[in-house]
């Protein structure tokens, strides 16, 4: 392991299982989280429920534990603490702090978190990317990394990572960049990388 690759945090047996189980289907991982202690990983494409599957499988290979975000509700018994087990952060809308206010805080009272979220926010097509997760890093000061999954190539995995400057529509000409060539399971529900009109 090299020092800019986070220490792992799953036995190295249940990388290698998957790992051989993806390459059975001929999927390939590329690239390596980096080695920081906070930051927010987007997800994209996202047009299947498949996809939740692939990016479990890349959570094993590269040895990670990684978290979500989820209602409030779903925190509380009989589940509450096997979401919690599983990484899950509760986020209760009723309040007068909003998600992006949450994850915030959320980041700040713990010394290591990696939230993993998929800014189309639904598998169908959407004309615009929700922009939370960019307000969340860019609240909590933490980087954004790019993950990715290519159905056509069998190919998911880590690219670039990048802290967030405050100007949006700079930032997302770098996730655009790179996420260009990348296809998911439906291509026709893949919309364009943009920000909500003001209008």
Same mark, same amino acid.
């Given at each position: 392991?090299?020092?800019?690759? /986070?220490?792992?945090?799953?036995?190295?047996?249940? &990388?290698? @299982?998957?790992?051989? =189980?993806?390459?059975?289907?001929?999927?390939?991982? #590329?690239?390596?989280?980096?080695?920081?202690?906070?930051?927010?990983?987007?997800?994209?494409?996202?047009? &299947?429920?498949?996809?939740?599957?692939?990016?479990?499988?890349?959570?094993? @290979?590269?040895?990670?534990?990684?978290?979500?975000?989820?209602?409030?509700?779903?925190?509380?018994?009989?589940?509450?603490? =096997?979401? /919690?087990?599983?990484?899950? @952060?509760?986020?209760? /809308?009723?309040?007068?702090?909003?998600?992006?206010?949450? %994850?915030?805080?959320?980041?700040?009272?713990?010394?290591?978190?990696?939230?993993?979220?998929?800014?189309?926010?639904? /598998? &169908?097509?959407? #004309?615009?990317?929700?922009?939370?997760?960019?307000?969340?890093?860019?609240?909590? !000061? %933490?980087?954004?990394?790019?993950?990715?999954?290519?159905?056509?190539?069998?190919?998911?995995?880590?690219?670039?990572?990048?802290?967030?400057?405050? +100007?949006?529509?700079? +930032?997302? *000409?770098? %996730?655009?960049?790179?996420?260009?060539? !990348?296809?998911?399971?439906?291509?026709? !529900?893949?919309?364009?990388? *943009? =920000?909500?009109?003001?209008?």
């Amino acid at each position: 392991m090299t020092t800019d690759q /986070r220490p792992p945090e799953i036995p190295l047996i249940y &990388s290698r @299982i998957v790992t051989f =189980l993806l390459s059975l289907f001929g999927w390939r991982v #590329t690239g390596q989280l980096p080695n920081l202690s906070k930051m927010v990983i987007i997800g994209a494409p996202h047009t &299947s429920n498949w996809d939740f599957i692939v990016y479990f499988c890349l959570m094993v @290979i590269l040895r990670a534990r990684l978290n979500f975000i989820g209602k409030h509700t779903l925190f509380k018994p009989p589940l509450g603490g =096997l979401m /919690r087990w599983a990484g899950g @952060i509760p986020v209760n /809308r009723r309040t007068t702090k909003n998600a992006v206010e949450q %994850v915030v805080d959320a980041f700040t009272a713990r010394d290591k978190l990696a939230l993993v979220i998929a800014p189309e926010g639904t /598998r &169908s097509r959407t #004309t615009y990317w929700r922009t939370g997760f960019y307000y969340m890093a860019l609240g909590a !000061k %933490v980087p954004i990394v790019l993950a990715f999954v290519d159905y056509p190539n069998r190919t998911c995995g880590i690219g670039p990572h990048f802290m967030p400057t405050g +100007d949006i529509e700079k +930032d997302f *000409e770098i %996730v655009r960049a790179f996420y260009a060539d !990348k296809t998911g399971r439906h291509p026709e !529900k893949k919309g364009p990388i *943009e =920000l909500q009109s003001k209008n």
